[in-house]
């Protein structure tokens, strides 16, 4: 009877001891379980973190580069906005130079038109006759007459055509002498004969440009080339042409230095019986070497 009371004790203690083992093994297989699965999903983190921080130092690195860009294109702009600055206060220099050459030719304009307005008493106004201001023509229509001469000759009270037209030899040696020009220039300019000429085509002016415009078939325009009112130049930049010559010159179709350029002899002789201009002024004026010149 011990004996199975102690049998069954033993029995007992070694089924306690395989269950204490497998909840030891259970319990094992779980921490290791546990420290797998951990281990996996720190690892997988790890991972993930390490390329976030692999993005981060690219992204990083990138803007580092983008800065070093801007540092550059900064520093270009500075050293160009700065070479510019130089640039604008020279200019400024310059201007300031410029104005202050301006103000002593207006100052040098305005004691030479004193001076010859002072000269008035000298002129026979009952001769040519008398003018104002409000009655003024565009002297500058008379070929020989520019900006300079025509603003001397107003100071003089000379303002139209049509005193200029009435000129003696003294009228014009006096006005000469008084608005300090070259001897001889007016009569050499026929200054008078073109002013009788635009008396007379004042109330006729469309008439006169009519006749010539009538005449251009005589103009060898295969020499000369063709040209159209938009491609019209300032013929007045060449001595000799006035604002009265340009307007015969367009009404020929003649708009160009570059046709000009191109006159011949006989080209020469066309345009002047046409444009009833003074023989040998052309070729005297030089309108071709101008027009060349011009051109270059």
């Known amino acids: 009877m011990m004996d199975l009371i102690i049998l069954q004790a033993q029995t007992a203690a070694g089924a306690a001891i395989q269950i204490i083992l497998m909840l030891l093994g259970a319990g094992l297989i779980a921490a290791v379980t546990t420290y797998l699965y951990m281990h996996t999903k720190f690892r997988r983190e790890l991972t993930s973190l390490q390329g976030k921080l692999d993005a981060s130092d690219r992204e990083i690195e990138r803007l580092n580069g983008k800065l070093s860009e801007a540092e550059q294109a900064l520093a270009e702009k500075t050293e160009q906005l700065e070479f510019r600055l130089m640039e604008t206060e020279e200019d400024l220099k310059e201007a300031e130079e410029e104005l202050k050459e301006t103000e002593l ?16 008493h000298l002129l026979d106004y009952s001769s040519f006759g008398s003018a104002t201001a409000e009655q003024k023509d565009d002297l500058k229509m008379i070929s020989g007459i520019g900006p300079v001469i025509e603003e001397k000759l107003n100071s003089l009270d000379i303002y139209t055509f049509e005193q200029i037209s009435k000129f003696s030899e003294t009228d014009r040696e006096v006005v000469n002498e008084a608005i300090e020009f070259f001897p001889g220039r007016i009569e050499r300019d026929e200054w008078i004969a073109q002013a009788k000429e635009l008396v007379y085509s004042g109330g006729k002016g469309s008439e006169v440009l009519d006749n010539i415009r009538k005449r251009k078939h005589r103009i060898n325009y295969d020499r000369i080339g063709i040209a159209h ?29 570059e046709q000009i350029s191109r006159f011949s002899e006989e080209d020469v002789q066309s345009v002047t019986e046409i444009i009833e201009f003074f023989p040998g002024r052309i070729d005297r ?3 071709v070497a101008q027009a060349k010149e011009l051109l270059g």
């Open 285 to 287: 004026d030089k309108w």
């Open 105 to 120: 030719q207006l100052h040098e304009k305005e004691e030479l038109l004193r001076r010859i307005s002072e000269r008035k």
């Open 229 to 257: 009112p938009e491609d019209a130049q300032d013929l007045t930049a060449i001595h000799g042409i006035g604002g009265w010559i340009q307007e015969k010159l367009y009404a020929l179709d003649i708009f160009t230095y």
